[in-house]
Nanobody, 123 residues
Framework: QVQLVESGGGLVQAGGSLRLSCAAS????????MGWFRQAPGKEREFVSAITWSGGNTLNADSVKGRFTISRDNSKNTVYLQMNSLKPEDTAVYYC????????????????WGQGTQVTVSS
């Protein structure tokens, strides 16, 4: 069982940066691949970024490539999402998710979810 708590969201102007954190409970965090998803008002939840248990491989949605970076610190049971050059269309609730299996872009790949943190980008 893994419990996830996101933090770091807020209001930022377009072009600004935010770093989201996702703290995980449990001793086996390092065995889980992690992902970030987001859901804008009236839209379906979509994939943003994912990282393997070791941090050696990452995936990113085309819409965030070159702007967002996912990383993890297994000694702190935390995964991060550094978001730069933010755009109004990045406004959404951001969720982190965990899977003991193979990481991927699909929501169905993930077994555990956090409650989300709001990111609002003003123009």
């Amino acid at each position: 069982q893994v419990q996830l708590v996101e933090s770091g969201g807020g209001l930022v102007q377009a072009g600004g940066s935010l770093r989201l954190s996702c703290a995980a409970s449990g001793r086996t965090f390092s065995r889980y691949a992690m992902g970030w998803f987001r859901q804008a008002p009236g839209k379906e939840r979509e994939f943003v970024s994912a990282i393997t248990w070791s941090g050696g491989n990452t995936l990113n949605a085309d819409s965030v490539k070159g702007r967002f970076t996912i990383s993890r610190d297994n000694s702190k049971n935390t995964v991060y999402l550094q978001m730069n050059s933010l755009k109004p269309e990045d406004t959404a609730v951001y969720y982190c998710a965990a899977t003991p299996g193979t990481y991927g872009r699909g929501m169905g790949s993930y077994d555990y979810w956090g409650q989300g943190t709001q990111v609002t980008v003003s123009s």
